[in-house]
């Protein structure tokens, strides 16, 4: 502490330190996870909850960047420069637990030529601090499902209330659900999938960058179907007749969906090894396909939004997107097993 009561991050000796600190001042604040959340959206930045739990709940540094927005969702952007150069003297005196730097997210895909548009202050420290890389998207789901190296899909525990695989594919569903609900999960196809735009048909969701750059990591967008492999697409059950729009990748493990709040990101789709955090989405068939080849379904999330293509574009490339529900069919998708 200085002489004001604040929270002095010169004096933090190891990361255990300098994390007591950030966990520190989140509480002088008195500020929860969420509230956090939106005061970086009111700064037009991106504090996602789930980054922060991990950051706070870790024992690794986060990286400049989050560290910065979350200094700033505190109120200590004037003393952002401390805050940074501290991170840096801590990163190169590693305790035990943090002796080797956290690898990359398997799912992260940051392009060289893309720098953050953030302060000069701020690009400098990253650009010093590139060596650590440590992440606030550690992997912490325990791998692909099982099953994935094999390419067959994992098997999941099934939540009470959605169908079993082996039921989605005789059509014996939850009998306690109405006929809409029960309808739409029994036509849901099971294992390997292609989640195709009914507007672009021969595109599919996958992997892909913002076409505007306004956010830097993968996201969900629409491409050419032949530019999806090796990656596969699996609809996971996650309880009440939810599902989590998961990505399985040899690479790089798997990565479920989840949709962004606020600043430049908001409702982006994002994939993240943090599943049991990611987005559920009710699948429900419209009135234009109930059942067989050309079917068509709406993903729905409980706060009445819906899956759809932003600007209703049908040009690869253009990002699928959290937006309200309007019944167009720029929010109808395709759902068909994979080849």
């Not at 529900?325 to 068909?336: H, S, V």
Request: with cysteine; glycine share 12%.
């Amino acid at each position: 502490m200085d002489n004001r009561g604040n929270t002095d991050p010169a004096t933090a000796r190891d990361v255990t330190e300098f994390l007591a600190m950030l966990r520190d001042l989140k509480e002088r604040r008195g500020l929860t996870y969420r509230q956090l959340e939106q005061r970086a959206a009111e700064q037009g930045e991106v504090l996602a909850r789930s980054t922060l739990a991990d950051v706070l709940g870790g024992r690794r540094l986060p990286r400049p960047e989050v560290l910065a927005v979350f200094v700033r969702a505190c109120g200590e952007g004037e003393r952002l420069a401390a805050w940074l150069e501290a991170r840096e003297n801590v990163a190169a005196r590693p305790t035990a637990d943090a002796a080797a730097p956290a690898p990359e997210h398997p799912w992260r895909r940051r392009l060289s030529s893309r720098a953050h548009r953030r302060t000069p202050l701020l690009l400098a420290a990253a650009a010093a601090l590139v060596a650590v890389g440590a992440t606030a998207w550690a992997l912490t789901s325990g791998g692909t499902p099982t099953g994935a190296a094999a390419g067959t899909p994992g098997r999941h525990e099934t939540s009470a209330g959605a169908p079993t695989p082996d039921q989605r594919r005789s059509g014996r569903g939850d009998d306690t659900a109405t006929g809409a609900q029960a309808g739409a999960q029994r036509a849901v196809p099971a294992g390997w999938i292609r989640i195709r735009p009914a507007a672009a048909p021969a595109l599919c969701v996958t992997e892909g960058l913002v076409q505007d750059g306004r956010y830097d990591d993968l996201v969900a967008v629409q491409r050419p179907c032949g530019d999806v492999a090796p990656q596969r697409t699996e609809l996971e059950p996650a309880g009440s007749h939810l599902y989590r729009i998961s990505w399985v990748h040899p690479g790089r493990g798997k990565g479920c969906l989840t949709a962004l709040s606020g600043g430049p990101a908001d409702g982006l789709l994002e994939p993240r090894n943090t599943c049991g955090e990611a987005s559920g989405f009710r699948v429900e068939s419209t009135p234009s396909g109930t059942g067989g080849k050309h079917a068509r379904y709406v993903f729905r999330t409980d706060a009445q939004q819906c899956l759809g293509i932003r600007d209703s574009r049908t040009a690869p490339g253009a990002e699928v997107m959290l937006q309200r529900c309007t019944g167009g069919t720029a929010q109808e998708f395709l759902i068909d097993p994979a080849a």
